[in-house]
């Protein structure tokens, strides 16, 4: 890159370093000045209410303050605020708001510092012995507080438009490998346990409710959904959570679904299916048609039957039809399948017992559907309908006097979940063996560690109460609505600016042909990423946000069948990197890929039951396939962006659920199988890395203590004891690890030792570090953290002269650029921002040299047509690519 010289680097380290100043500009102006919104991908279609968070700079606003939010013409939208974290100080540093679905839609809001308006209609809660009641305005939903029915029913207007939402599972105790037949399935239901009203309007209400699947004395799959309702919506939206708590080896899920009974009042020539398709297609077709047949009832009849309409008076049609409308079939049953990412299915049939008839096929249904009549019906959706894979719609019994709707997460039509591990251990049945098996297959083996026992997946589904049946344009702009909600966002330039994050990123900037290149080059990689999943199809109910770790070149695939090779399960932060690029630009795809690995990394890959609770499993060919069960994964830093920016209730439980994870620590040794002495766990003297196990747990540990959650204390009492005694090591975060207490949350005095890995800080330790500096000044461990940020990149007699011993060889030096770059920026060093940017443009990662391009592949080398990286067979694989990608973002802040 001739056009950035050394020079010019080091002046906007420099700049970067002398702009402390500038933070009395930035929390003037948030006192100030409104901040400017916007919506994701523009203005919505239809209004459903949207939920987001915006950050404050330290000390700007005090924890009480009152938000106003406005349309760009200055018409005033009602707004519901609430805190969701705190500077060390009280004050604000993010505030949650809430808009109300009837509220104006605008392509631009503004948010301010004043009363807000109140809804037309406030959303209210009220608390009754065996149900919860939510009067939207619109809608008035009564939940259960006990039974199966978690809604007891939904009514609009006086009408009931539906009645007894209960959560079904198919339990099943074979895998059916082909060989075995009359496989019996028991249905379970979910019952019950606890109900928990978290918010109460005006504008907005939560209420959780949890259980578990029973039958008969068994309980299984123990489930949480949140219910959302907004001022005058017509909708709810549900947010489904279950944990598999079975070892997947002996039982099977073999459907997991949620059933609601819809009322059916009109006459059969005016009840109505919708199905929606591919894009904005839509099945349309009532219950008993009368268009097609060998009398015409009349052009105006057909056509209002079609819309959706309610017909005219029989007496009216001809009467060679009306006199033979009970010899007309009607069909009542209806299903769409998606059993696989590339096509779905559409059958029907009259009624139980006789044969099901093809309707259609297409590729990717979007998984919204309507049963319902004239007079009011339902209209229900699951998000990432054909990406999570086998996924099912059912409408049932809809000639008869209440149909049922079933969406299906896992479709009945598939088969079994088949959750059994891969192979059988291949004889590695001592420490040795398996680490033999990890030299050659990368996946670190052990007996009884591949099980998904405790992992989970959280769903989205939305159930509309509609007066009558919609006309084509709206229900297509209602399946839009469910596919990608709509979602309010503030800017990249207030996201930057607030130092929310650590003043780590800056927004996107192509002010010189240097820069051009660089954000050309992280859009290059992205675009490279979200077209593999396409092309890959790294889709399905457990793989749906995930991507694959290395390239096999030789047979043009990603290794998927090559132990540790497979699924990336967070390995070097892809997590990071997206919500770092989708910061810095506001693009919306970014935003909806890190939104769907945030659902995937945070559920699947991170265990929430039994005993490696609040761990997550290292990459591996299934996500719980591999023995090593981590802080690095779980690590609560991959979820907090996504979380401040939503304030996702969901994703809030999950870091929660981490404050205590350092008791893992006293049930599994994460190096058992290289120790060279005896070990025995010792709760005031647990062995802990001070790389990804101590980043993990200060990612938890602050984000609680900022939250103010229920164990805000004991999270930063820990927090701040484990920085104070790692400062207090002679050789800081260059000892590796500490003997650790946790009853005091302090790491006992260690003599001066250096163990350094090139994994340490790709794990969201900088990140964490870069707050933790910028947030509490706790005496020595900035020090602490720039010496580790100064020498890895540096030579072995510099790291030996201050340390006592070299680092020994050490890759991802590209990646560590960063590191040196953060450094130079907080010390002022002109050399090292200097041999910063040596390292960012000259190591081992991308460089100007690398072949910045794909190769689009066709023909009988692949299955399908795919572009191929042109460095998959150099020496920047994916692995060290994603570290690259990370450091390309984060340093480019550091040029300015």
Known sequence: MPEISRRTFVRGVAAAGAA????????????????????????????????????????????????????????????????????????????????????????????????????????????????????????????????????????????????????????????????????SREKLTGTITKVVVEQRGPVRAVVRVEGSHRKRGRSWLPFSVRLYLYAGAEHVRLVHTFVFDSEGQTEFIAGLGVRVGVPMRDELHDRHIRLSGDGDGLLREAVRGITGLRRDPGANVRTAQVAGERLPDPATWDQRVTTRLPLIPTWGD??????????????????????????????????FAYVGGVSGGLGFGMRDFWQRYPAQLDIRGAAGAEASA?????????????????????????????????????EDYEPGFGTPYGIARTTELTLFALAATPAADRLAALARTVKNPPQVVAQPDHLAGSGAFGALFSPVDRSTPARTRIEDRLDFLFDYYRDQVDQRHWYGFWNHGD?????????????????????????????????????????????????????????????????????????GVQHWADSAKQQRISTAVYRRIFYYLTADERVGDLMSALVDSDQTFLVLDPLRKIRTEPYEPDPHALSIGLGTDWSGLAAAWLTEWERHGPKAEVAQRKLLATMRTIARMPNGFVTGSGLYDIDTGEFAEIAKLVSVSHLSAMFGQVEICAELIALVDVPGFEAAWLQYCRLFNASKAEQAAECGADFGNLILKQGHSRLTAYAASRLGDAGLAARAWAEFTGTDGYTDASPWRTEHLEGPTVLNPVDEASWADTNTTALYGLAAIQNLALISGALR
Do not use: C
């Open 20 to 183: 402390v100043p500038l933070t009395g500009l930035i929390k003037k102006k948030a006192q100030e000045a409104p901040v400017a919104l916007r919506w994701l991908e523009g203005k919505p279609a239809e209004g459903v209410g949207s939920t987001w968070g915006v950050p404050w700079p330290n000390g700007a606003l005090p924890a009480t303050e009152r938000f106003a939010l406005h349309t760009g013409d200055g018409t005033a939208v009602p707004v519901q605020s609430w805190p969701i974290a705190y500077w060390p100080d009280g004050s604000l540093k993010w505030s949650a708001h809430a808009v109300p679905a009837d509220a104006a839609l605008a392509e631009e809001l503004v948010l301010s510092r004043a009363e807000p308006a109140a809804p037309a209609t406030a959303v209210t809660v009220t608390d009754k012995k065996d149900h919860v009641v939510v009067d939207t305005g619109v809608i008035i939903v009564t939940i259960g507080r006990r039974g199966g029915a978690l809604i007891e029913s939904i009514t609009r207007g006086g009408t009931e438009i539906a009645r007894d939402l209960e959560l079904i599972s198919l339990r099943q105790t074979s895998a059916d490998d082909g060989d075995e037949h009359g496989t």
């Open 334 to 367: 209806y299903t769409l399948s998606q059993l696989s990412s590339e096509g779905y299915t559409i059958k029907k049939r009259t009624r139980p017992g006789y044969a099901w008839i093809g309707v259609d096929a297409g590729r990717r249904a979007s998984g």
């Open 406 to 442: 079933t969406i299906w997460m896992w479709s009945p039509e598939a088969g079994p979940m088949d959750t059994r591990f891969y192979h059988d251990g291949l004889g590695q049945d001592t420490y040795p063996e398996q680490l033999e098996g990890l030299n050659i297959t990368y």
């Open 547 to 619: 991507i694959m770790h290395t390239p096999d070149p030789d047979r043009h695939v990603w290794r998927y069948d090559v132990g540790g090779y497979a699924w990336d399960n967070s390995e070097l932060s892809p997590d990071l990197w997206l919500w770092f690029a989708y910061l810095r630009s506001g693009r919306a795809d970014i935003y909806r890929f890190a939104e769907a690995m945030t659902r995937h990394t945070g559920e699947v890959d991170v265990y929430h039951l039994g005993r490696w609770a609040g761990l997550g499993t290292r990459h």
